[in-house]
């Protein structure tokens, strides 16, 4: 397409050259691809939403990927972004350029979108894959113990899936120890204003189909808040969710980045002589676009708590802000209740 910037290089010149951008590597695998007899196509994507529209054609686009056709007959549950085209083909939409996006998936910035699928006469605007949010997720668990005199400490293990995994892949594969423990403290830092953070393990970083794995142990000082006889402790440990929003008068569609499910389980141990005097209510909203629910009991010595926060939809109209105010604000409030402790 044209020269210059639209024009990819001849796959052996990218090989000899050992350089190429997004349209170049798209370019070279496909030429790779079909050495061993699978057909691709060139498919120019846009990481802005709207900008390739069905209705308003067009070859304007910020970056190229491959679509590998799929064989008839063939089938694997490791293959996601799976799109049809009109003539039937069924296409893997494979993204060579993005390094932390496991093999099957799509990066969040262009599912939800449109492509450009390059087919000579059965070339097509194609709409791009919304994947479920169960293949993008966050899972922390805590298991802490609280002082009498309101610190807290224990051990945290985070694990995460997806695109919610790519920023922390780049920074433990790439990184180094400086960068991970200033980072790891500016996170840690939006919870807690004086901790210490000790035995810090990272697993399976260069893995993109498992899990990448955080652990660490952790003492925070001043957790719980002292009031007489009294101790009132936040039992959401850590992470923030809630979407942000403001009060002006919504006119365009709202875009809520990615689907996402983030889970939280956090078991923090009563201090002695401490017994539990009030319990925050437990919530539950479901949305259609969103849903969050969480609970805080008490199970044996020690407080439980858990929530799940599921984002569904990329797009909202604007009519729907309303709708994610209320989402916004029942997840900040729950983020800041509190459990109140009685001393015996």
């Known amino acids: 397409?044209?020269?210059?910037?639209?024009?990819?290089?001849?796959?052996?010149?990218?090989?000899?050259?050992?350089?190429?951008?997004?349209?170049?590597?798209?370019?070279?695998?496909?030429?790779?691809?079909?050495?061993?007899?699978?057909?691709?196509?060139?498919?120019?994507?846009?990481?802005?939403?709207?900008?390739?529209?069905?209705?308003?054609?067009?070859?304007?686009?910020?970056?190229?990927?491959?679509?590998?056709?799929?064989?008839?007959?063939?089938?694997?549950?490791?293959?996601?972004?799976?799109?049809?085209?009109?003539?039937g083909r069924s296409y893997l939409v494979f993204d060579p350029t993005w390094e932390k996006t496991p093999f099957g998936q799509?990066?969040?910035?262009?599912?939800?979108?449109?492509?450009?699928?390059?087919?000579?006469?059965?070339?097509?605007?194609?709409?791009?894959?919304?994947?479920?949010?169960?293949?993008?997720?966050?899972?922390?668990?805590?298991?802490?113990?609280?002082?009498?005199?309101?610190?807290?400490?224990?051990?945290?293990?985070?694990?995460?899936?997806?695109?919610?995994?790519?920023?922390?892949?780049?920074?433990?594969?790439?990184?180094?120890?400086?960068e991970q423990n200033e980072y790891l403290d500016r996170v840690l830092g939006r919870d807690f204003t004086t901790f210490k953070v000790s035995d810090v393990r990272v697993e399976n970083a260069e893995a993109l189909n498992k899990n990448l794995t955080v652990s660490y142990s952790i003492e925070v000082e001043r957790y719980a808040r002292a009031m007489g006889p009294l101790l009132t402790v936040r039992p959401r440990v850590l992470g923030e969710e809630a979407p942000p929003v403001d009060n002006k008068v919504r006119k365009i569609p709202i875009d809520l980045r990615e689907t996402m499910q983030v889970k939280d389980e956090y078991d923090i141990e009563l201090p002695a002589g401490f017994a539990v005097d009030e319990l925050p209510e437990a919530v539950m909203l479901d949305l259609g676009f969103a849903s969050y629910e969480s609970s805080t009991r008490l199970k044996g010595n020690a407080l439980h708590y858990s929530r799940t926060y599921t984002v569904r939809q990329v797009t909202l109209t604007a009519e729907k802000y309303d709708a994610l105010q209320k989402l916004s604000s029942v997840i900040a409030t729950d983020e800041q209740s509190r459990v109140v402790l009685k001393k015996q």
């Open 1 to 87: 397409m044209g020269i210059g910037g639209y024009q990819p290089h001849f796959a052996g010149d990218i090989y000899r050259n050992r350089y190429g951008d997004c349209k170049d590597k798209a370019t070279l695998l496909s030429s790779m691809l079909s050495t061993v007899g699978v057909h691709t196509a060139l498919l120019m994507v846009d990481d802005r939403r709207g900008v390739i529209d069905p209705d308003a054609p067009s070859i304007v686009g910020n970056h190229m990927v491959t679509a590998i056709e799929i064989p008839k007959g063939y089938s694997s549950p490791k293959l996601r972004s799976v799109v049809t085209a009109k003539t």
């Open 106 to 178: 799509l990066e969040h910035e262009l599912q939800g979108g449109y492509g450009l699928l390059m087919e000579g006469s059965d070339s097509q605007v194609i709409a791009l894959p919304l994947l479920a949010p169960e293949l993008n997720t966050v899972h922390r668990v805590g298991s802490l113990q609280l002082a009498p005199d309101g610190s807290l400490k224990g051990t945290v293990t985070e694990d995460r899936f997806g695109d919610l995994s790519d920023r922390r892949r780049a920074l433990y594969t790439h990184g180094d120890a400086k």
